[in-house]
C-alpha cells in the first residue's frame, strides 16, 4: 500500500495536520493510524458499573480518535507561553499567531465562543499580588473551555469531516514500527485487531502517538537512531476542594495557572488542568497502570473544584529512563491502593498517618472519585516530589485561603509520560529523511492548543 501522508496517532496534532491538508484543498492520500476507537465508540464502561474495570486491549478514556482529548475537560489555553516548549522551537510569535489560527478551526466546528479570564484586570491583578507574596508566578493565559461532552461533539464533527474528504482512518490498529532504507523513512508496519501485519509506505510519515504513546516513540527512537533526548516527567497529585474556596479564582481565571520553586529543592512545581465544579477521574494505561486525572462539564458540575499540582523532575547522564522512573511511582502507589488510585487528607499527610475511610464522611469535603482508596500516598511519593508538594500547597494557600486545610484531597498519582524529546528542525524534520514527530509524544507540547497549532503547521509544511 501506497500513500502521500502517514499519520501515526488520530489525537490532535494528527488530526490537525490532516485537517490543514484537507481545507488547504491538498490532494494527497492520507492515512491516520489509531489504535483506539472511533469517537462515537469510546463509552467508559465507569458510568454503570461505578468503578474502574480496566477495558482490554485499550482504556477507552486514552485512546481513540481525538487521544485523551475527548475525555479531558477540554480546555484550550490561548497564550504562548502554556502548552510546553514549541516556542523555544519555532518563536513564540509564530506560536501566538499559530493559536489564533487554530482557535478558529475550533470555532468553525461548534467551539464555545466564551473566553474565560480576561475584562476583570483588578481582580486579576489583586490575585497576582497576593501570589508575589507566596512566591508565585501567576501566568496570564486567556482559556476557551470545551467541556467534556462538548469536546466529544467537536472532534466527532472533525473527524466526519475528515473522512467525507477522503482521509482514510484505520481504527483498533497499532504502528508496530517504521521501515528505515538506507536511513530514509520509507513507510510503516501495522498490525490489525486480528494480529495481521501490513506495511504501508508513504512520502511523509509523522508520528504523533500523545501522551498515551510517549513510551512507544521513545523505544521507536532508540531502536532506529532517531535523535532524543530524556527530558522533563512530571510526577504529582490531584487536590480537590470545595468550589467555595476556589471561588473567586474560579470567577476571575477560571483556572489558576501557577508556578513556584519552593525550598529547600527548588523544582518547578505548577498547578495544571483546573477544573471548577469538575470531577476527579481515571485513567489506565499500559500494564493497568491507573492513574488520576480531572474533568470539567460545560453543564454537569460537582461542589469541587480539582486541580493538579505537578513536580517537574530532569535526569542526567547516567539515568536516561525518566518515562521508567514516573511509572515506578505509578506502581508503587497502586500496589498499596490495591490497584485502585489513592486518596489522603492533607492534614493526616502533615500529622504522618493515613486516611481512613469513615474520616472521609466527615468532612465538608465530599470526593468526586468515590472508588479512590483512603490510604498514605506518602509512602510511595518520593521524598522530594512530596516535600515540594507539601510547600507548594502552603503557597497557594497565601492566594486561596483554605487551599491548605485539613479536610483537603490529594489524590495520587497524576503522572504525565512526555519526557522524551525528539531533536528536530523548524519544519518538524528529524534526523531520519521524511519522518516528523508531533504533539506530547514529541516533547514540545502539552495540552491540546500546543498540540493542535504544531498539526496545523505541520500540515502546511506538507502542502
Known amino acids: 500500500m501506497k500513500k502521500d501522508v502517514i499519520i501515526v496517532g488520530a489525537g490532535p496534532a ?72 514549541l516556542p523555544n522551537l519555532v518563536g513564540a510569535d509564530v506560536v501566538q499567531e499559530m493559536i489564533k489560527y487554530t482557535d478558529s478551526i475550533y470555532l468553525q466546528f461548534g467551539a464555545d465562543t466564551k473566553i474565560e479570564g480576561i475584562g476583570v484586570t483588578e481582580e486579576i491583578k489583586d490575585i497576582r499580588r497576593k501570589a508575589i507574596n507566596a512566591s508565585l508566578k501567576l ?135 483546573q477544573n471548577p465544579g469538575g470531577f476527579v477521574s481515571q485513567e489506565n494505561y499500559d ?17 469541587n473544584t480539582n486541580l493538579a499540582i505537578l513536580c517537574s523532575h530532569n535526569f542526567t547522564e547516567p539515568f536516561n529512563q525518566p518515562i521508567e522512573y514516573a511509572k515506578k511511582v505509578g506502581e508503587l502507589t497502586n500496589m498499596l491502593g490495591n490497584g485502585q488510585l489513592l486518596v489522603q487528607r492533607f492534614g493526616d499527610i502533615l500529622d504522618g498517618k493515613r486516611t481512613w475511610p469513615k474520616e472521609l464522611s466527615h468532612s465538608n469535603l465530599v470526593p468526586t472519585l468515590p472508588d479512590a482508596v483512603a490510604g498514605d500516598i506518602t509512602a510511595a511519593m518520593p521524598y522530594r516530589a512530596m516535600t515540594n508538594i507539601i510547600n507548594f500547597i502552603h503557597a497557594m494557600d497565601k492566594v486561596v485561603p483554605g487551599f491548605a486545610s485539613d479536610e483537603t484531597l490529594l489524590y495520587s498519582p497524576e503522572l504525565k509520560f512526555y519526557s522524551n524529546k525528539v531533536k528536530m528542525d523548524t519544519d518538524f524534520n528529524t534526523n531520519v529523511k521524511n519522518l516528523h514527530c508531533l504533539g506530547d509524544s514529541s516533547g514540545w507540547t502539552r495540552g491540546l492548543m500546543m498540540a493542535s497549532l504544531m498539526g496545523v503547521m505541520m500540515g502546511r509544511k506538507l502542502l
Open 287 to 303: 500494564n493497568d497502570l491507573a492513574v488520576v486525572n480531572g474533568h470539567s462539564y460545560k453543564d454537569l458540575k460537582s461542589n
Open 139 to 273: 501566568v496570564d493565559c486567556p482559556i476557551r473551555h470545551l467541556g467534556t461532552e462538548k469536546a466529544q461533539d467537536i472532534y466527532f464533527a472533525i473527524q466526519e469531516y475528515l473522512l467525507a474528504n477522503g482521509v482514510e482512518i484505520r481504527f483498533s490498529t497499532e504502528c508496530e514500527t517504521i521501515i528505515l532504507e538506507d536511513g530514509v523513512c520509507k513507510g510503516i508496519v501495522i498490525s490489525d485487531k486480528t494480529g495481521e501485519t501490513t506495511s504501508i509506505y508513504g512520502d511523509h510519515i509523522v508520528l504523533a502517538a500523545g501522551r498515551r504513546g510517549a513510551d512507544w516513540l521513545e523505544k521507536v527512537c532508540a531502536e532506529n537512531d532517531i535523535a532524543h533526548a530524556p527530558g522533563t516527567v512530571d510526577i504529582g497529585v490531584r487536590v480537590e476542594v470545595r468550589n467555595e474556596v476556589m471561588e473567586k479564582v474560579n470567577d476571575v481565571l477560571y483556572e489558576s495557572k501557577l508556578i513556584g520553586y519552593p525550598k529547600p529543592f527548588k523544582n518547578k512545581v505548577r498547578t495544571f488542568c
Open 14 to 85: 494528527g488530526i490537525f495536520t490532516a485537517l490543514e491538508l484537507v481545507q488547504k484543498g491538498s490532494k494527497k492520500k492520507i492515512i491516520m493510524i489509531e489504535k483506539g476507537r472511533s469517537i462515537k465508540e469510546r463509552v467508559c464502561p465507569k458510568s454503570v458499573t461505578n468503578k474502574c474495570v480496566s477495558c482490554k486491549p485499550n482504556c477507552h478514556i486514552t485512546t481513540g480518535f481525538s487521544g485523551a482529548g475527548a475525555f479531558s475537560d477540554g480546555k484550550l489555553s490561548l497564550s504562548y507561553e502554556v502548552g510546553g516548549d
